[in-house]
Nanobody
C-alpha cells in the first residue's frame, strides 16, 4: 500500500490550499481515509477523516474551515483548507485504515504566514 500526498505549499493567513492523496496497491475501496497533521514539537493530531459512506469527522480546530471529500470509486481523498491560520502550519499526512491498520503517506508541508 502506498499513499502519495500533493498540494502542500506556502500561503498567507486567510488563504486556501487543497491537498490530495491517492492510495495505490489496493484492489478494493478503503473504508476510512483521512488527514492528520504534525507541527514541530507537537503530537500528530486528527484533521479530518471520511468513511466509504461519506461520514466525516473533524478536529475541533479546523471545523468550519476545512472540508474533506473523497472520490466515489478511486481511493483518493481531498482536503480543502480555507481560512488558513499560522497555527495550521504543519506537515499533513494522509492516512488509510485497512483492517484496523493505519497506512501513512510521507506527508506534505503546509506553511501559513501571518
Amino acid at each position: 500500500v502506498q499513499l502519495v500526498e500533493s498540494g502542500g505549499g506556502s500561503v498567507q493567513a486567510g488563504g486556501s490550499l487543497r491537498l490530495s492523496c491517492e492510495a495505490s496497491g489496493i484492489n478494493f475501496s478503503v473504508n476510512r481515509m483521512g488527514w492528520y497533521r504534525q507541527a514541530p514539537g507537537n503530537e500528530r493530531e486528527l484533521v479530518a477523516v471520511i468513511n466509504i459512506g461519506g461520514h466525516t469527522a473533524y478536529g475541533d480546530s479546523v471545523k468550519g474551515r476545512f472540508n474533506i471529500s473523497r472520490h466515489k470509486i478511486k481511493n483518493q481523498v481531498y482536503l480543502q483548507m480555507d481560512g488558513l491560520e499560522p497555527e495550521d502550519t504543519a506537515t499533513y499526512f494522509c492516512d488509510a485504515r485497512i483492517c484496523g491498520v493505519d497506512y501513512w503517506g510521507k506527508g506534505t508541508l503546509v506553511t501559513v504566514s501571518s
